[in-house]
């Protein structure tokens, strides 16, 4: 059986009948074949970073769950999430994804980055900067950049900050490896993967190489290029992308869906686009 689209609340149904809505949902139905088994693959510490810089809106993760769910026909829908527990809002969103989803968890690590410049041997000293700016970022600084900065840590330090909290959490390997053994069973022979994340670049190559089709719901805009090379390749599988700000409307938070329609009338640029 094909995948179809029937939506399951209300509000789905009326969005719907927008004409350019239901043309969105056909054009993303046209990537997925007859018998293809779909399953769909959520990296949401990665999906929170491109929402805040590349698209400008936010995924409302009940409406994320709702709209999946009425793509009938899709083996598995799962979803990988870095809790930081005690925090209201991240365990609400956890909860939300256990509606829907199969849900990896796993607490977030709270690292802390030492800025106490007491140790520096001079104010063009790098080596504090080096834990926290990328190497290859430091080199084309020139020595009045590094100057400021080391400044800047400097007050900050005698208003008593001595370090900045640093959360870390990452699923690039068990997504990758799930997606595979997932294949490998045959419960899955087409992958919807949501990241913008360059590390999946491997995974996806192997996934195609082994007869899957991989079709990415992202932002196009600031895509690795390596991603765009592998539509053109002659592989077993296939690999597509289809741009998620089409879906705005479905997955969009409430306040800002209505901030951006109300852009719209006035004729006013949608910054998501």
Same mark, same amino acid.
């Given at each position: 059986?094909?995948?179809?689209?029937?939506?399951?609340?209300?509000?789905?149904?009326?969005?719907?009948?927008?004409?350019?809505?239901?043309?969105?949902?056909?054009?993303?139905?046209?990537?997925?074949?007859?018998?293809?088994?779909?399953?769909?693959?959520?990296?949401?510490?990665?999906?929170?970073?491109?929402?805040?810089?590349?698209?400008?809106?936010?995924?409302?993760? +009940?409406?994320?769950? $709702? /709209? =999946?769910?009425?793509? *009938? @026909?899709?083996? !598995?829908?799962?979803?990988?999430?870095?809790? #930081?527990?005690?925090?209201?809002?991240?365990?609400?969103?956890? +909860?939300?994804?256990? $509606? /829907? =989803?199969?849900?990896? *968890? @796993?607490?977030? !690590?709270?690292?802390?980055?030492?800025?106490? #410049?007491?140790?520096?041997?001079?104010?063009?000293?790098?080596?504090?900067?080096?834990?926290?700016?990328?190497?290859?970022?430091? @080199?084309?600084?020139?020595?009045?950049?590094?100057?400021?900065?080391?400044?800047?840590?400097?007050?900050?330090?005698?208003?008593?900050?001595?370090?900045?909290?640093?959360?870390?959490?990452?699923?690039?390997?068990?997504?990758?490896?799930?997606?595979?053994?997932?294949?490998?069973?045959?419960?899955?022979?087409?992958?919807?993967?949501?990241?913008?994340?360059?590390?999946?670049?491997?995974?996806?190559?192997?996934?195609?190489?082994?007869?899957?089709?991989?079709?990415?719901?992202?932002?196009?805009?600031?895509?690795?290029?390596?991603?765009?090379?592998?539509?053109?390749?002659?592989?077993?599988?296939?690999?597509?992308?289809?741009?998620?700000?089409?879906?705005?409307?479905?997955?969009?938070?409430?306040?800002?869906?209505?901030?951006?329609?109300?852009?719209?009338?006035?004729?006013?640029?949608?910054?998501?686009?």
């Amino acid at each position: 059986m094909p995948l179809i689209f029937e939506p399951k609340t209300d509000r789905i149904v009326g969005l719907y009948k927008d004409e350019s809505n239901k043309k969105h949902i056909s054009d993303f139905l046209s990537y997925f074949g007859e018998n293809d088994k779909v399953g769909v693959y959520v990296d949401y510490g990665n999906v929170r970073p491109w929402a805040d810089r590349k698209i400008k809106w936010h995924i409302d993760v +009940k409406r994320l769950g $709702q /709209f =999946f769910k009425s793509f *009938e @026909k899709i083996n !598995k829908k799962r979803f990988y999430y870095g809790c #930081v527990k005690g925090d209201f809002t991240s365990e609400l969103t956890l +909860k939300k994804a256990e $509606q /829907f =989803f199969d849900v990896s *968890e @796993k607490e977030v !690590k709270i690292i802390k980055v030492k800025i106490d #410049v007491t140790g520096l041997k001079d104010n063009h000293d790098t080596s504090l900067l080096k834990s926290f700016i990328r190497k290859s970022f430091l @080199k084309k600084m020139s020595i009045e950049d590094v100057e400021y900065l080391n400044n800047i840590l400097r007050k900050l330090n005698k208003e008593g900050v001595l370090y900045f909290e640093d959360k870390k959490c990452n699923f690039d390997v068990e997504m990758g490896v799930d997606m595979l053994l997932d294949h490998e069973k045959e419960d899955v022979s087409t992958f919807i993967l949501m990241t913008h994340d360059s590390d999946f670049i491997d995974p996806v190559k192997r996934l195609i190489e082994k007869g899957a089709n991989v079709v990415m719901l992202c932002p196009m805009r600031g895509l690795a290029s390596e991603f765009y090379e592998l539509q053109t390749k002659n592989n077993n599988g296939s690999f597509r992308i289809f741009e998620i700000t089409k879906f705005r409307q479905f997955l969009c938070k409430t306040d800002e869906l209505e901030e951006g329609l109300k852009q719209k009338s006035l004729g006013l640029p949608d910054s998501s686009q």
